[in-house]
């Protein structure tokens, strides 16, 4: 697998600009994961996943508290998770990933989003063939050998693990993220910086100024969209 350290490197450098959004995603995600079972981390692993990833974004308690409680409230706000795949300028292939509760408008604002700002959509399957779903964590202050080690020494597969502007980097298969962040953790890893499950590309590309110009207005428009959970994306930022 490719190292496309790039574009989640980018993307979280953002968080800081957009919080009052992203706290709100992980509100309906947290609700979401709540509702799908026992609204109780310790009973429930959808939910404690969710919890460890807000963390990362520093996501305030009350925000957690409030959408915990309005899962245990018996609250029937139903969503759906939907995904999205397009193409902007030049060959550039874009996942959307979102919860709605309204589909039929989430279809018509994202479709809006592709037509109006240089891009299109297309059919289920038509780009996320060219991407890996992986969890991704991240972490500072430790050797990437010692980190490789430990993993191996508790029979821990992980799809790569590499250092990267002082970062340690692993990557695991989304299935396995529960058990690697806890073997990280056993290694000695107490915060990450980034806990996350991605879609990475498998290739990136290179626009030109006019194109990437055109590329990144259709990114922003689509990451404002309400029901915009996730955008993914094959493009190597400038």
């Not at 697998?1 to 980018?10: D, S």
């Not at 029937?76 to 709605?100: C, H, K, W």
């Not at 290179?206 to 309400?226: G, I, P, R």
């Amino acid at each position: 697998m490719g190292r496309k350290w790039n574009n989640i490197k980018e993307k979280k450098a953002q968080k800081d600009k957009n919080t009052s959004r992203i706290y709100a995603r992980f509100g309906k995600e947290i609700y979401v994961a709540a509702q799908s079972g026992e609204p109780d981390p310790e009973a429930n692993q959808t939910l404690r996943l969710t919890l460890e990833r807000a963390k990362t974004y520093s996501v305030p308690k009350h925000i957690i508290d409030r959408a915990i409680e309005k899962a245990k409230g018996g609250d029937e706000e139903n969503y759906d998770q939907l995904r999205y795949e397009g193409f902007g300028p030049n060959g550039s292939m874009i996942i959307v990933d979102a919860l709605t509760n309204n589909v039929n408008r989430t279809a018509s604002e994202v479709r809006a989003a592709f037509g109006k700002n240089g891009g299109n959509m297309g059919v289920s399957g038509s780009v996320s063939y060219m991407f890996d779903h992986t969890g991704v964590f991240a972490f500072e202050g430790h050797d990437v050998d010692d980190i490789l080690e430990s993993l191996m020494e508790q029979e821990v597969d992980v799809r790569d693990v590499f250092e990267e502007n002082d970062l340690v980097v692993v990557y695991a298969e989304p299935d396995q993220f529960a058990q690697v962040q806890e073997a990280l953790k056993s290694a000695g890893v107490d915060e990450f910086k980034v806990a996350e499950f991605e879609m990475l590309p498998q290739t990136e590309i290179e626009l030109s100024s006019e194109d990437q110009e055109t590329f990144e207005k259709l990114v922003d428009v689509l990451e404002d969209l309400e029901d915009v959970q996730n955008v993914f994306h094959n493009v190597e930022l400038k």
